[in-house]
């Protein structure tokens, strides 16, 4: 198995606009770089957008193509703003929500 790789992410609820339902804002970092981003209707279609970006990140780091079915993931429960890992045969990955990262 291979060292899992680092990203940060952050997601938040983003404030009513013109729009009248909620929104969730979601970003995808490595280091400084952000990687992706983007909004969603609710928090677990904004992690799934998170985890499907961290997944094509990941592979095309490590210069593999994926099958088509490895990106098919189960629903899960919401991550609850902590660290989540995730695995993908020998790549791993490891979530951090950003403002863990922030000295108080």
Request: a positive charge; aromatic letters at 10%; charged letters at 20%.
């Amino acid at each position: 198995m291979t060292e899992p790789l680092e990203l940060t992410y952050d997601l938040h609820l983003l404030p009513r606009g013109r729009i009248s339902f909620r929104r969730w804002r979601w970003e995808l970092w490595h280091g400084a770089q952000l990687l992706a981003a983007g909004w969603r209707l609710t928090p677990v279609h904004a992690q799934r957008a998170l985890r499907a970006h961290a997944f094509r990140y990941v592979h095309r780091l490590h210069g593999v193509h994926p099958l088509p079915s490895q990106a098919d993931h189960p629903a899960e429960e919401p991550w609850g703003g902590g660290s989540t890992a995730f695995h993908w045969g020998d790549l791993r990955v490891v979530l951090t929500h950003r403002p863990l990262l922030e000295p108080a």
